[in-house]
């Protein structure tokens, strides 16, 4: 298997270079995301807005001479780590990539940063992957993420719950590394509270009937339920099951839950639930909301603004080291990132190109108040949502 890797790298790094040399001024940028699958209702808005970010940059004669840039569509499917990975391979080697914004999913971002990213050496940016082991992936340097680990929202999640008082839960999340790793989090976190988790039960995705889960959910009990699943799958059906019995009336939901979908789904049932996702309060998400609506695009949609936000450090890594090389302009990604530097905000992609250009430092800020830690992952705060009315509605920051 490794040999076959090590072929396959060699012969991807010949077909880029190939590609490069007889394609300098046309930069392709990979956007895998999960256009089908058990998100499929968030990526739409995910993906235009890394492509708003293409946008901003394409064409500007800062950007290594006024090089193009084509966004190349993948479907990664969330669930399928083969399909995820064969769709990177297809990106490197046949439409010649030189960075990946993804993937979104944990488990699938995994499989194509072991099998992939870094056997061929392309740098990837996920704005949604959140699974805690990802945090000490081998990546040889070229993985980032935008949007912060789960072992933080874990915390979040937990504090939300005691702060309302809720002092016991059962907890369903969906059987990945995703949702494992959240619910470890959380579990812990919740317990230093001093609350009791009474049950911690996996489910599986993509069944027609979840009541053996929600019988078994509801016998251990709880103040209420804690949904760590997807809102166009099995996540979705442990709550339908759990309102058709009355097992539960109040949820807690993390962010693969959060989006019109669930109150597309449910509506005014779920009045008074609850969740969080990655999310901020700052000038950056405001602007990004408008600039994206003026596009006809849902910048409010989780993980909209972290997907611009990925694109844009990219291409401005790319930018600050005259190299569209993932292994020279990856080092360039934390300095862009962080302090010091003119706070660059959505919409300023060519003046960050400018600054650039004549040798000065930026800080790129974006739609989430981008700030990398660690080996290249958000510091991270998160919007607590509550259900009102049938409608989500962000309550506050933490």
Known sequence: MKKLLMATAASALTAGAAFAESHASDVRLGILLSFTGPIESLTPAMGSGAELAVGEVTGNENFLGGASVTPVRGDATCVDAAAATAAAERMITSEGVMGIMGADCSGVTTAVLANVAVPNGVVMISPAATSP???????????????????????????VLNEKGISSVAVTYTNNDYGKGFADA???????????????AAHEDGKADYSAEVGALASAGGDALVVL????????????????????????FGDGMIGDALTDAFGSDIDGSFGTAPGSENEG??????????????????????????????????????STDSTEYSGA???????????????????ALQIIADGGEIDYQGASGVELVGSGEAAGSYAEYTVEGGELKVVGYR
Do not use: C, H, W
């Open 186 to 200: 959380f579990s812990a976190a919740f317990e230093e509270t001093g609350g009791e988790v009474t049950l911690v």
């Open 333 to 351: 990604i934390m300095d862009i990132a962080n302090a010091p530097g003119e706070p660059i905000l959505p919409g300023e992609l060519q003046k």
């Open 229 to 252: 699943g997807y809102v166009d799958q099995g996540g979705a059906g442990v709550i339908q099951g759990a309102l058709d019995t009355g097992a539960f009336d109040t949820f807690a």
């Open 133 to 159: 082991a990802l945090s000490s992936a081998e990546d040889n340097g070229l993985f980032f993420r935008t949007a912060p680990s789960d072992a933080r929202q874990g915390q979040v999640l937990a504090n």
């Open 285 to 322: 998400g405001a602007l990004f909301a408008e600039m994206a609506a003026e596009a006809g695009i849902d910048g409010t949609s989780v993980y909209a603004g972290e997907s611009y936000d990925a694109a844009a450090l990219i291409l401005l890594a790319m930018a600050a080291s005259g």
